[in-house]
C-alpha cells in the first residue's frame, strides 16, 4: 500500500485539491452521473479538466484510452484514476466509490420497490423526462469527444470503421479496441505525434510493487466471497458472487457489451430473472445515475430475494456490488503507475489515440442505439446478410419524448445550462406532460 501511495504523490499536481475540495466535486460528478458512459465522460472532462483543471486535456485522454482496454466500467475506472492522479490510493477510493454509491442506493430502492410490488406506472412517468435529457447529454458528450480526439484523416476513419464493425456487423467490441491498438501502433509516429510523445517517462513504480499491489487487491476482492462460500447457509450468494465476479472480468465494453451474456445466464441458466424483468432492469440502470452496469445490482438483489426474501435481496445486492466493482480497483491501482510511461512512447501513444478514435465511433454507435430504444416504441432487429440493422417502427414515435429532448437541446447545447438542472426540468415537464394526456 506504501508503494502505491507513494507512487501516486509522486505525480499530484502542486495544486492537488483538498480532501473536502475533492469530496465535494467527485460526489458531485457521481449525482449527476446519468446518461451512461458517453456523458459521464463528457461531464468528468466538463469538471475535471475545464472547470477545475485538475487534469490537461492530454492526461485526460491518455487515461480514458486506458481504461477502455479495461473490463468494467470504463467511466467509473476513469473516475478512480482522477482521484488517485490527485490524491493518491485514498483519493482513488474517494472518487470511485462517490462515483458508484449514488446510483447504487438509487439503483436498491428501485429493485426493493419492483421486487415487492413490480413495474410501476409511477417510476415510468419519473424516468420519461430522464430518458430525453439523456438523449441530449449523449449527444453533447459524442461531439465533445469528437471535437477533441479527432484532428487527423486516420482518426476519421479508425472511428467510422469501428462504428461500422459494431453497429452493422456486430463485431464485439474487444476486436474492435484490439485492432485499433493494432493498426495506431503500427503507424509510422509522424513528427507532431513524436513530439507530442516528448521524451520517456519512466514508470513510477517498480515490477515487484506493481506485483505486491496484484496480491493485495486480488485478496481483498476475493477473500469476503471465499469466506462467503464457507461461512454461509444460503448457496445463492455464493453464487452470485462467484458469477458477478467472473463477468467482472470479460465486461468489455461496458453494459451493453455484457448485456446478451448476462441476460442469457440469470434468465435461462440461474431462473432468477424472466427476459422481460431483465430489460426492466437496463431501463432502471439507465435512467439512474452511475454506470450502466448497476443493472448487475438489480439482478443481484431480485436473486436474493426470489431465495430467501428481503434480507437475502439486500445482502444479494451487496454481494453483487462487492464482486462487480472491487476488480476495478485493482485494475487502476496496478496499471494507473504506467499510463504516463505509456504515453510518452511515439508508437504505444499512436495506439491510444487510435483507441480513443475507435471510442468515437463506439460512442456514436450507443448513441443510436438509445435514441431508437427511448424515441420509438417498437424497434426491431433486422439481418440482411452479414448486416444488421435497426428498425424503428415510425408510428410508434413518442411525441412526448421528442418535445422533451428538443427542450433540453435549448436548454443544454443553446443556453448551456447545468446537467442537474435540465435534468429536474426535463423531468418535471414529463410528469406535466404524462398528466395533462
Not at 11 to 38: C, D, K, M, N
Request: a neutral charge; charged letters at 10%.
Amino acid at each position: 500500500m506504501n508503494a502505491m501511495t507513494e507512487s501516486a504523490d509522486a505525480r499530484r499536481s502542486a495544486g492537488a485539491p483538498t480532501w473536502p475540495e475533492a469530496f465535494r466535486t467527485f460526489g458531485r460528478i457521481g449525482l449527476l452521473s446519468f446518461g451512461g458512459p458517453a456523458a459521464q465522460i463528457a461531464l468528468m472532462h466538463r469538471v475535471l479538466v475545464e472547470e477545475k483543471r485538475w487534469l490537461s486535456e492530454r492526461q485526460y485522454l491518455d487515461a480514458l484510452s486506458f481504461c477502455m482496454l479495461l473490463p468494467g466500467p470504463e467511466a467509473m475506472q476513469l473516475a478512480t484514476y482522477a482521484g488517485w492522479r490527485l490524491r493518491g490510493v485514498g483519493g482513488g477510493l474517494l472518487a470511485g466509490l462517490l462515483f458508484v454509491i449514488p446510483g447504487a442506493c438509487v439503483v436498491l430502492g428501485l429493485a426493493l420497490l419492483y421486487g415487492l410490488f413490480g413495474n410501476t406506472p409511477l417510476l415510468a412517468t419519473l424516468f420519461l423526462g430522464i430518458k430525453a435529457a439523456v438523449l441530449v447529454i449523449v449527444v453533447e458528450a459524442l461531439l465533445k469527444l469528437a471535437r477533441r480526439a479527432l484532428h487527423r484523416l486516420t482518426g476519421w476513419i479508425i472511428a467510422a470503421a469501428a462504428f461500422g464493425g459494431i453497429f452493422l456487423f456486430e463485431i464485439p467490441f474487444p476486436l474492435i479496441i484490439v485492432v485499433a491498438a493494432v493498426v495506431g501502433f503500427s503507424l509510422r509516429p509522424g513528427q507532431a505525434e513524436a513530439h507530442e510523445a516528448g521524451s520517456t517517462v519512466p514508470a513510477l513504480v517498480s515490477l515487484r510493487s506493481t506485483g505486491q499491489t496484484i496480491l493485495l487487491w486480488l485478496f481483498v476482492w476475493w477473500a469476503p466471497l471465499l469466506l462467503l462460500d464457507l461461512l454461509s447457509a444460503a448457496p445463492v450468494l455464493a453464487t452470485i458472487g462467484y458469477f458477478f465476479s467472473k463477468l467482472a472480468v470479460v465486461t468489455f465494453g461496458g453494459a451493453y457489451a455484457v448485456l446478451a451474456y448476462m441476460a442469457q445466464q440469470v434468465v435461462t441458466g440461474f431462473g432468477w430473472l424472466s427476459a422481460g424483468e431483465m430489460l426492466d432492469g437496463l431501463g432502471l440502470a439507465e435512467t439512474t445515475p452511475g454506470p450502466l452496469i448497476l443493472v448487475t445490482e438489480f439482478v443481484g438483489f431480485l436473486a436474493g430475494f426470489r431465495n430467501g426474501g428481503l434480507w437475502f435481496g439486500l445482502a444479494g445486492a451487496l454481494v453483487t456490488l462487492w464482486a462487480t466493482f472491487a476488480p476495478c480497483f485493482l485494475w487502476i491501482f496496478a496499471g494507473a503507475p504506467y499510463i504516463d510511461w505509456i504515453s510518452s512512447q511515439p508508437r504505444l501513444r499512436g495506439a491510444l489515440s487510435a483507441i480513443t478514435a475507435s471510442v468515437v465511433g463506439v460512442i456514436l454507435n450507443l448513441s443510436i442505439w438509445f435514441a431508437l430504444h427511448v424515441m420509438f416504441a417498437n424497434v426491431t432487429r433486422q439481418t440482411v446478410g452479414p448486416l444488421t440493422l435497426w428498425q424503428p417502427e415510425l408510428a410508434s414515435i413518442d411525441w412526448r419524448v421528442l418535445v422533451l429532448s428538443l427542450l433540453s437541446a435549448v436548454l443544454l447545447l443553446r443556453l448551456h445550462w447545468g446537467i442537474g438542472r435540465v435534468l429536474a426540468i426535463s423531468a418535471a415537464t414529463g410528469w406535466v406532460l404524462v398528466e395533462l394526456q
